[in-house]
């Protein structure tokens, strides 16, 4: 159902695609002529990046069965045989603790459908790697990295054997057994880790838990590398 204000701010986006704000109750658009038909109670000058700014007010929304939004505040993923629709606590909880760095090179140990990947990438974080044992994995990284517009550069690697690319930040949402056995050979100095329940907490040598979120019974942590 669409109600009220989101209504005519369906109307408005409609007529204006430039962009539609809400200020003070009332609606500003950005048009390069002042809008015929309507009661234009203010004409001002846009300062320069408005572009950039409207972005922060234009927000998605829920309209019957879809939700509508920009593609900068959104990820469409078909996971196909692969793990990671999005919705499990763990892809969650890792997503959540990797808004809260700063955006670097990243590699995304156990890629499955590529949704860290993508959401890295959307994030700013650049190159991103996703590295997965599954072929079905890669494939559908590729594929929803293409759907998504970002660039992922995901390859068929065993992170218990294979050698690892160089990168700023890693993610492993894995089991917690593979976790620990995967931290000693990374070669960088955070870790975002998850894949296990809340009660649990990967014990390796040289790695300190610095930050950790939790729901539904998951859990997943910041690790940095004590230098
Ligand atoms: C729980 S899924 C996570 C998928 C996705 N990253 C997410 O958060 O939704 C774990 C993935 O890790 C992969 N995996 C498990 N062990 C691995 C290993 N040793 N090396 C590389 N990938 C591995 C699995 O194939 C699976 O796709």
Not at 58 to 70: A, D, E, S, T, Y
Not at 81 to 106: I, K, V
Request: contains cysteine; negative net charge; proline residues 6%.
């Amino acid at each position: 159902m669409i109600v009220g204000g989101e209504a005519e701010l369906l109307l408005l986006l409609h007529i204006f695609p430039d962009g539609v704000e809400e200020l003070d109750g009332a609606f500003a658009v950005y048009a390069d002529e002042p809008p015929i038909g309507f009661d234009v109670v203010q004409v001002d000058d846009v300062p320069d990046g408005w572009e950039d700014e409207w972005r922060s007010f234009h927000h998605g929304v829920k309209i019957g069965n879809f939700w509508v939004g920009p593609p900068w505040e959104s990820i469409v993923i078909d996971p196909g045989r692969a793990f990671g629709t999005g919705a499990h606590p763990t892809t969650r909880l890792t997503l959540e603790l990797l808004q809260r760095l700063e955006p670097a090179s990243l590699l995304d140990i156990g890629c499955g459908s590529g949704v860290l990947s993508i959401a890295a990438a959307k994030l700013g974080f650049e190159p991103v790697h996703g590295i997965d044992l599954d072929d079905a994995a890669i494939e559908s990284t590729l594929e929803n990295a293409r759907v998504n517009g970002v660039e992922i550069h995901a390859h068929r690697a065993d992170a218990l054997t294979d050698e690892l690319p160089r990168t700023d930040v890693a993610l492993a949402n894995v089991q917690l057994d593979v976790v620990e056995r995967l931290l000693p050979r990374l070669q960088c100095g955070r870790v975002i880790t998850s894949g296990y329940l809340d009660r649990d907490r990967p014990d390796v040598e040289g790695w300190t838990a610095v930050d950790r979120a939790e729901a539904d019974g998951w859990a997943a942590d910041l690790l940095t590398l004590r230098p």
